[in-house]
């Protein structure tokens, strides 16, 4: 224990206030941290999880991934080296992290450069510019994934995407279908960014949910009066990728979320922005086929689109202190 307002207290903030910003299944942000002496611990919040989408906190893990990935890097920006215990209570399977203050070793440039994008990082939902992704970054992207011990797999091939498509899209019409599902997106989904520092507001979801080659969530209820969008893009659906691990343990799951984000942010610093589209992955039967069509045979976690966009709004977030306690 120690006194509010201790530089513990303010190292603790500040951490939390870069893990805040990671994305999260319908920013449902389903994360808690416990400051302790010397270290930080993250909980995922059982309150926030989707019964119906994530009956088994798959994503729920990862979006917390994401956000203890946001944690090192700025850890790593105050010249810290982050030693990590991923779930360091057998007992309590909600504690994912244990994260205390390794030896002083000044930041790299990349990392500086990840940092500094933690903020400029905001889902993108509809076309991208048609311009291509250079080869190059995505080798980076690659590395990235691979080093947080999980793949990024592009889907290159023409009969490989047009597959991943139909999985999508027959995933979204069974949620677009099912009332239990449309209530559950509905109770995330905001008219306006109003007073809920939570959920996806409706003015970040521009464009038709099916203007691209893989269907969107229909965050609008678009779809049941207009079932056809008013325009389609599908050269202008930008680099289809997963994220993949060998194993589908919630370790498998935490990695998977870290990586996810160490791909986001580089690609945030290439000016490159990502759309997603899980839905496929949040039905077993689907998912079954997804790994399938994977030719190393890993477990697809994530399923994403890379591409070129103008700006990205930011999403409400909870703030530090109401998801930061001392422990
Ligand atoms: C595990 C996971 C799954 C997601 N699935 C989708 C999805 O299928 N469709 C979508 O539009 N956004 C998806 N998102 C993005 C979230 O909606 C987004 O992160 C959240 O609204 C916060 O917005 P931000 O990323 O712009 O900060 C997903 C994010 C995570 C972490």
Redesign the pocket.
């Known amino acids: 224990m120690y006194a509010t307002h201790t530089p513990v207290d303010h190292a603790a903030n500040y951490l939390v206030r870069a893990g805040i910003?990671?994305?999260?299944?319908?920013?449902t942000?389903p994360w808690q941290f416990v400051a302790r002496e010397a270290e930080l611990d993250l909980y995922a919040d059982p309150a926030r999880l989707l019964p119906l989408t994530?009956p088994d906190a798959?994503?729920?893990v990862?979006?917390c991934g994401?956000a203890l990935f946001n944690v090192r890097l700025a850890m790593r920006h105050l010249g810290f080296l982050p030693v990590v215990r991923p779930f360091p209570d057998p007992w309590n399977p909600a504690h994912l992290a244990r994260v205390s203050w390794g030896s002083y070793v000044p930041p790299g440039s990349d990392e500086e450069l990840m940092f500094r994008s933690v903020r400029q990082?905001?889902?993108?939902?509809g076309p991208f510019h048609s311009s291509l992704l250079a080869q190059p970054l995505i080798h980076e992207l690659r590395d990235h994934a691979d080093a947080e011990g999980a793949e990024l797999h592009t889907v290159g091939s023409r009969s490989e995407r047009t597959h991943l498509a139909d999985l999508v899209r027959t995933a979204e019409r069974a949620q677009r279908s099912h009332p239990g599902h449309v209530a559950e997106l509905a109770s995330w989904t905001r008219a306006s960014h109003g007073s809920r520092p939570d959920?996806?507001p409706l003015e970040?979801?521009p464009y038709h949910p099916d203007c691209t080659a893989l269907p969107?969530?229909d965050?609008l209820g678009i779809a049941r009066t207009m079932p056809s969008p008013p325009a389609v893009w599908p050269t202008r659906t930008g680099l289809v990728a997963l994220i993949t691990t060998q194993q589908d343990s919630r370790q498998d799951w935490l990695r998977a979320?870290q990586a996810?984000q160490r791909v986001l942010l580089w690609a945030t610093v290439h000016g490159v922005a990502a759309?997603?589209?899980?839905?496929p992955l949040e039905l077993p039967r689907l998912r079954a086929e997804v790994r399938a069509a994977i030719p190393s045979g890993q477990f697809p976690?994530?399923?994403l689109r890379l591409g070129h966009a103008a700006g990205?709004?930011?999403?409400p977030?909870r703030s530090a202190a109401s998801v930061l306690s001392a422990g």
Do not use: K, W
């Open positions: 910003t990671a994305p999260s299944l319908f920013n942000q994530d798959r994503e729920m990862i979006s994401a990082r905001h889902t993108h939902r959920g996806v970040v979801c969107d969530r965050y979320g996810l759309a997603f589209h899980t839905q976690q994530m399923i990205g709004r930011p999403l977030r």
